[in-house]
């Protein structure tokens, strides 16, 4: 029997014991009066006190315990943070104490004492009351080794968060970033909707959907891979600003940079083009960073980032010659540029368009170098099936992309509003799907018939919110900011 097995075997004993004492093992008629918190507020508010006349009620889950005897420090933390309490036979009683010493690290107890300052000036609660809340059958890590095995802490979050504080803080940060953009958006006009995550036809992006089948309806339905063509047929229909904070599904390999369901915020904005949203982005981002972190300058990965620094513009060409080392000439010819990528050994699995072969080499040779905020612009009109043409280039389009630490974080662009271009672009992406790529758009006939009725002139963006938070929690790989990632099966 191994170490975990008998601690288990041994905790179950005790679990035994306590039900055979008439105590109830998970109880739920205790009442919390303050948090952890709370209670950290109150102690600032009665700073140079010795003592507390008040009573409070907490619970938590135990991290550490420390007994001498007849007495006992506690260690238990909520979800507002950690506090120590001193549990005394004198003060709980004999019994009571005695079946207490029954309690393990990771239980939750319920509490109720007042305050009082140790010799080192500790805050702590003295126990007057204590309950059994949950009894934890199973130990704890240990937590001088903390949980350190990153395929364990994925696929067993709860622990993840119970052992590492850095984590809970991540997720925190999570969430305030996505309130920030939330209230920055709402603040200024734009109504949030919800959209089909179930699809008849996928559009929006170039990638593959996860299928299903609906039994009633009788007909085959995709995970949505972007709310895309959703929003702007709302903007269509009246809504001039509109956004969502929404789960996109994408049937692609898993990275540091890329998990098949992942969390975008897109917006739209009627009588606005890109060179509007590229401002109103700067705007966001500095917003964002600054509500959460209080300030807008950070560390990721080394590099020091200040998003109210100017950001940078550099259209797509001259990202390509100036910081990629290609030679103009080349970027003319495919064929060129795929002689190129295999001098530099970089593997093009979409040879067979020219705009593919470029996104590829701007993908390698540049984008891991775009480490402060730096919009790039002029895609050309193939990789943007969506986007507006160009008044100046009609090969090229409205369009830009945001990076910084390295990567992307936000795309958009001028929406294409005429429908007869849009209907032409999809039937060039349909011929680029009959002839092998499963990643192009579909047809869409009833966005084509929606166009028709008339959108206003409108810009959109997407914003990878998990790959923003990496940003703002100095996180490596997007496993780390998203709480349940994508595993592999394990064999047991």
């Known amino acids: 029997m191994d170490e975990t097995s008998e601690v288990i ?39 140079g006190a010795e003592s507390s006349d008040a009573v409070f009620a907490m619970a938590g889950r135990i991290v550490a315990l420390r007994s001498f005897g007849k007495a006992t420090f506690i260690q238990f933390r909520d979800y507002t943070g950690e506090l120590q309490a001193y549990v005394k036979q004198d003060e709980v009683g004999k019994e009571a104490y005695a079946l207490f010493k029954q309690f393990d690290v990771g239980d939750f107890i319920g509490l109720k004492g007042g305050l009082f300052q140790t010799r080192t000036g500790e805050w702590t609660l003295l126990a007057k009351e204590i309950r059994l809340l949950c009894k934890a059958l199973r130990p704890l890590p240990e937590k001088f080794h903390r949980l350190r095995d990153p395929e364990k802490r994925y ?3 709860y622990l993840d968060l119970i052992m590492n504080p850095d984590v809970r803080d991540i997720f925190i940060k999570r969430a305030q970033i996505i309130t920030a953009f939330r209230a920055f958006l709402l603040e200024r006009g734009f109504l949030e909707v919800e959209t089909p995550m179930m699809q008849p036809i996928p559009g929006g992006a170039e990638a593959t959907p996860f299928k299903t089948f609906h039994d009633a309806l009788g007909m085959e339905l995709f995970l949505r891979i972007a709310p895309e063509l959703y929003l702007k047929r709302l903007v269509i229909g009246g809504f001039d600003r509109v956004f969502e904070i929404n789960r996109s599904f994408r049937n692609e390999g898993v990275s540091s940079e890329h998990n098949p369901e992942f969390t975008m915020l897109e917006f739209y904005q009627a009588y606005a083009n890109h060179e509007d949203l590229m401002s109103l982005t700067e705007e966001m981002f500095q917003f964002v960073t600054k509500e959460v972190l209080g300030q807008t300058h950070l560390t990721y990965q080394g590099n020091e980032i200040d998003m109210a620094e100017p950001w940078s513009r550099i259209t797509l060409e001259n990202a390509l010659t100036d910081l990629g080392g290609i ?20 593997e093009v699995r979409k040879a067979g368009r020219a705009g593919k072969v470029m996104m590829k080499l701007f993908d390698v040779l540049v984008e891991p170098k775009l480490i402060r905020p730096t919009f790039v612009v002029g895609y050309p009109v193939e990789v943007s099936p969506l986007a507006r043409r160009s008044n100046v280039d009609p090969n090229l389009t409205e369009r830009f992309e ?17 429908p007869v271009d849009q209907k032409n672009r999809f039937l ?10 499963q990643e192009a758009h579909y047809m869409d006939e009833d966005y084509v018939m929606a166009l028709e009725y008339g959108m206003p002139s409108t810009a959109g963006e997407g ?18 900011v998203i709480l349940f990632p994508q595993l592999r099966k394990t064999s047991h």
């Not at 004993?13 to 009066?33: C, G, M, T, W």
């Not at 790959?467 to 997007?478: E, G, H, K």
């Open 9 to 47: 075997r041994q905790r179950r004993e005790k679990a035994q014991s306590l039900a055979d004492h008439k105590i109830e093992l998970y109880p739920n008629d205790f009442r919390v009066s303050h948090t952890i918190g709370a209670v950290r507020g109150y102690i600032d508010q009665e700073a």
């Open 155 to 157: 696929r067993q979050r």
């Open 327 to 346: 030679e103009p000439s080349v970027l003319n010819d495919r064929q060129r540029m795929l002689d190129f990528a295999k001098s530099e050994g970089i």
């Open 402 to 418: 945001l990076f910084i630490g390295g990567r992307e974080i936000a795309n958009g662009f001028s929406e294409l509003n005429d």
């Open 428 to 437: 060039d992406q349909v011929g680029t799907r009959e002839a092998g790529d």
């Open 463 to 480: 914003v990878g919110i998990d790959r923003f938070v990496m940003l703002l929690t100095n996180a490596a790989s997007i496993r780390e």
